[in-house]
């Protein structure tokens, strides 16, 4: 990665929802096995010079099948903090006990003809995008149910069953802060939920979560992930002495 870039505006482009279309970054965020990557990479498969991924820099370790570079650059915990102390990140977080960070000069320029920079990042890094670019849409994605969302957790065979009720754990918290966000698309089929974040980019349709709907989704999502954690736990996979590791 460049580690060069010390810009420290990231906003060039009207505000998210001033005039329709947005040209801001647009960051999707919501719980670990929601669907953020999956829609991201659809967006820009399925729009090919409209959307563009932001890499971030990560101190946790490459998965099987992960790509420097592609995935993220990943960095050793020391080369992270030094790119933090210069300034070159445009937000970044500790989450589920590594470092993960976006590059500033991913963001730079945000151009109303170039593509809209795509930033699959955690809330934190989320709020940091929203105070430094005006013009960032946020969009919160929700899995569509307990079942299908534990599943595809757990089917991705990427966490060991510690990590996943680690990352349910976050997502306890994740979810509590999910009204304070402004827009809210369902993963349930894939197609049809890119097609919805595709709309709130353009301006058209608006989801802001207020319904009945909504709530009963968030508590049937908290409270699926409670029983997960409490289940792993009983077989021992969880160890909730394990947070800080
Ligand atoms: P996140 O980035 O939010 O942690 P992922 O994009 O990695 O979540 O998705 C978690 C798992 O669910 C992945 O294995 C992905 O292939 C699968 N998945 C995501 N969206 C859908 C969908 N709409 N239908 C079926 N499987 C999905
Ligand atoms: P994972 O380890 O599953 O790839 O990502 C774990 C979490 O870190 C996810 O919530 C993901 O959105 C978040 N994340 C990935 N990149 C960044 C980043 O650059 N900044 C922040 N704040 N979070 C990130």
């Known amino acids: 990665m460049s580690g060069s870039a010390k810009r420290s505006s990231v906003d060039a482009s009207p505000p998210a929802g001033a005039g329709g279309a947005t040209h801001g970054p647009l960051v999707l ?42 995935d993220y650059h990943f960095v050793l915990r020391r080369d992270f903090d030094r790119m933090v102390r210069a300034g070159e990140f445009a937000e970044w977080a ?78 306890l918290q994740e979810l509590a802060e999910a009204p304070s966000f402004g827009q809210f698309v369902v993963n349930a089929d894939l197609d049809r939920a890119a097609d919805e974040v595709l709309a709130l980019v353009k301006g058209v349709g608006s989801d802001r979560g207020g319904g009945r709907g909504f709530a009963s989704l968030r508590h049937a999502l908290d409270a699926g992930a409670r029983a997960e954690i409490e289940r792993l736990d009983a077989a021992g996979g969880a160890d909730s002495a394990d947070q800080g590791a």
């Open 29 to 70: 965020v919501g719980p670990s096995g929601a669907g953020k990557t999956t829609i991201a990479a659809r967006l820009v498969e399925r729009n090919p010079g409209r959307f563009a991924l932001s890499v971030s820099a990560t101190t946790r370790r490459p998965r099987a099948g992960e790509e420097d570079g592609r």
């Open 94 to 171: 500790e989450v589920h006990g590594e470092r993960y960070g976006t590059p500033a000069a991913n963001l730079v320029p945000v151009r109303e003809r170039g593509p809209v920079i795509v930033l699959d990042i955690d809330i934190q890094g989320a709020r940091q995008v929203m105070r430094r670019a005006e013009s960032a849409l946020v969009i919160f994605i929700l899995p569509a149910g307990p079942d299908e969302w534990i599943d595809r957790l757990a089917g991705r065979g990427t966490e060991s069953p510690r990590e996943i009720a680690r990352r349910l754990r976050t997502a």
